[in-house]
């Protein structure tokens, strides 16, 4: 997936609506309520066992810009951590 604009939660918010959670989101996840449970340090072994993830399931793998002064295109990549390939 490309993102070109900076909103924040975009990608969270869309997939959630559409039925499709990320793994991991407490926000946007498959119980609004989680959410608040944490917030409250109230979170249960139920709710931690539905995230499935300590951490909600997204990387950025790639991200590109221009050097503010230079121009030069600057490219930067991560790996996969562990925690998210285990998941396939």
């Known amino acids: ?6 909103r924040m939660h975009q990608i969270r918010a869309t997939l959630q609506s559409i039925g499709f959670p990320v793994v991991g989101d407490r926000m946007y996840g498959p119980d609004e309520s989680i959410y608040l449970r944490q917030l409250n340090d109230s979170e249960t072994k139920s709710d931690q066992k539905l995230l499935v993830l300590p951490r909600t399931a997204l990387h950025c793998s790639q991200l590109q810009l221009n050097h503010p002064t230079t121009k030069e295109r600057l490219t930067f990549t991560s790996k996969l951590p562990a925690i998210i390939a285990n998941l396939f």
């Open 1 to 6: 997936m490309q993102l070109f604009t900076g």
